[in-house]
């Protein structure tokens, strides 16, 4: 299985990187195509091999440990065997010391002590491969020379009555006989101090498997645990972030591609689709905020072309009475007049226009001034002041203008359907209120919101207005946005002392909750 090398790793993150804090950067769909790209590339490992894995080494490692212990066990049982022989040869060689003794004393007993070392002999060469891998060749040699020596002896001192060669042959008896049964005792006991020791270690081994089994169970269990919490744990963070709006696809955090990467492809292309049904909500919710605003433009559209029109009565019918210099001076405020017009359509055209996102420095000053002007005949309908403080040196904020355009319309739309005719409407820049961001509040002196919507009035569909005049849309829509250029939009009211409604809008080169994923 291929594993991904640190110069991959680097070289992609630094292509990512670059899609990102390009300048220029406009593509949301080259973003989500390197989000998708990075999760595919990865060399699968999934949690189900892995799994299979800790299982295989788990077996591994109790099937070494079975088939050490039964070669223990089956060690253990020759040696106890082999022990079974040892005690019937150290019996035997008893029995003939002690009939040895009897004959020596009493001149009795002389076959019985024979037929007892020839038993000895006997269970000496039958086993003889087994005592030498316990006493050595050495060892087992000088012993079979000690039980041939005794029962050479013994045939011997049968046959002798001389006193002086009797006492010297029972001597030698009793040394090759002491000897042969001190053999006798030493492999017992060396056979029997390794039985005990293999036993001690199986014991050992054993309880040593018991707390290894537990200790790498523990291990495991912690590192998927982990794994897994963590995992879940940042899927829950993108799920929220994606429920606030922010539809920044996820990007690959690990070297593998597993069943969680299956996942964040599949939560990328719901992401993907739900940008799209958003900027259809977007462009459904201008048109109806074209709609409103048409209205009032078309009224400030009428005086310009009433200008241009009796201008143009007075010049075709005085044509020949004025001088020059009045005709140019007329044809001037015709150029004015048209010029006017042509701005003010070209602004509510500017508005309509369906286009891509634009992520750029923008100047707050004259994305509310340009606001501002789009609904200024509104407010002179309904004879309501609208009021701009807006501090010297501001910083750019990182965003949209047309989208930026379409929220702040929106929130002095909704300011002029609550207050009163005659009323204000205050629009304050605040670049020091957070680190980071540049505060815009839209403030009115209407009646306020009750303290029971407050907490639904960004929810999609909700509305206070009189069915079939509001589709409840607007402030969700205007939060989407903002949050999607990586700011916020809240609220602040009490009954009977007016609205504000505050927009934060990032400074930083790039919008920051991208950045903080690069």
Do not use: C
């Not at 150290?90 to 004393?105: F, G, M, V």
């Not at 090759?176 to 006991?189: D, L, M, P, S, W």
Request: glycine share 6%; charged share 25%; no cysteine.
């Amino acid at each position: 299985m291929a594993v991904e090398t640190p110069n991959r790793a680097s070289e992609e993150s630094a292509s990512l990187s670059g899609v990102l804090t390009d300048p220029g950067w406009n593509g949301r769909a080259e973003y989500e195509v390197a989000a998708d790209e990075a999760l595919r590339r990865r060399p699968t490992l999934t949690v189900r091999n892995r799994l299979m894995l800790m299982l295989s080494l788990f077996f591994l490692l109790s099937l070494a440990v079975t088939i050490w212990s039964i070669h223990t066990l089956s060690t253990v049982r020759d040696s106890i065997l082999f022990l079974e022989v040892a005690d019937d040869y150290t019996s035997e060689i008893q029995q003939a010391r002690r009939y040895e003794k009897n004959y020596l004393l009493y001149d009795t007993n002389l076959t019985d002590a024979l037929q007892h070392a020839s038993a000895a002999q006997r269970l000496a060469r039958d086993n003889d491969g087994k005592i030498r891998k316990v006493m050595g060749t050495q060892a087992v040699a000088a012993m079979h020379q000690h039980l041939d020596e005794y029962h050479s002896l013994m045939v011997r001192i049968g046959d002798t009555k001389t006193p002086g060669t009797r006492a010297d042959l029972e001597a030698q008896i009793r040394y090759h006989g002491n000897e042969a049964g001190e053999f006798a005792k030493r492999f017992v006991t060396t056979e029997r101090a390794k039985v005990e020791a293999r036993l001690s270690l199986a014991q050992r081994v054993l309880f040593a498997s018991i707390g290894g089994v537990l200790l790498l169970t523990v291990l495991v269990a912690n590192f998927f645990a982990r794994r897994i919490t963590s995992t879940l744990r940042r899927f829950a963070e993108h799920t929220n972030r994606i429920g606030h709006g922010d539809f920044t696809p996820i990007m690959p955090m690990r070297k593998y591609r597993d069943e969680f990467t299956l996942l964040a492809v599949a939560i990328n292309r719901m992401v993907q689709e739900l940008d799209r049904r958003h900027q259809i909500l977007i462009e459904s919710h201008k048109l109806r905020a074209l709609g409103t605003l048409v209205a009032g433009v078309a009224h400030e559209l009428n005086n310009p072309l009433n200008n241009m029109m009796l201008t143009a009565a007075i010049l075709k019918e005085q044509y020949d009475e004025l001088s020059d210099e009045d005709k140019l001076e007329m044809v001037d405020d015709l150029i004015g007049q048209t010029e006017r017009s042509r701005k003010i359509v070209r602004n509510l055209l500017d508005f309509a226009r369906e286009s891509e996102t634009k992520l750029e420095a923008l100047d707050l000053a004259e994305i509310v001034d340009e606001t501002a002007h789009l609904l200024g005949n509104q407010l002179k309908v309904k004879k309501v002041k609208l009021s701009v403080v807006v501090p010297q040196g501001v910083p750019p904020v990182h965003g949209d203008q047309q989208l930026l355009n379409e929220v702040l319309m929106n929130l002095i739309i909704n300011a002029l359907h609550v207050v009163a005719e005659g009323g204000e409407i205050k629009i304050v820049v605040d670049p020091e209120r957070e680190d980071g961001f540049v505060a815009l509040d839209v403030i009115d002196n209407g009646p306020g919101i009750p303290n029971h919507i407050i907490g639904r009035i960004f929810d999609p569909f909700f509305t206070t207005k009189p069915k079939g005049t509001g589709t409840g849309l607007g402030l969700s829509v205007a939060r989407g946005i903002v949050q999607k250029l990586g700011g916020s939009l809240t609220v602040a009211s009490s009954p009977g002392h007016g609205a504000t409604f505050s927009i934060l809008l990032p400074v930083t080169g790039i919008p920051s909750d991208i950045s903080s994923r690069t």
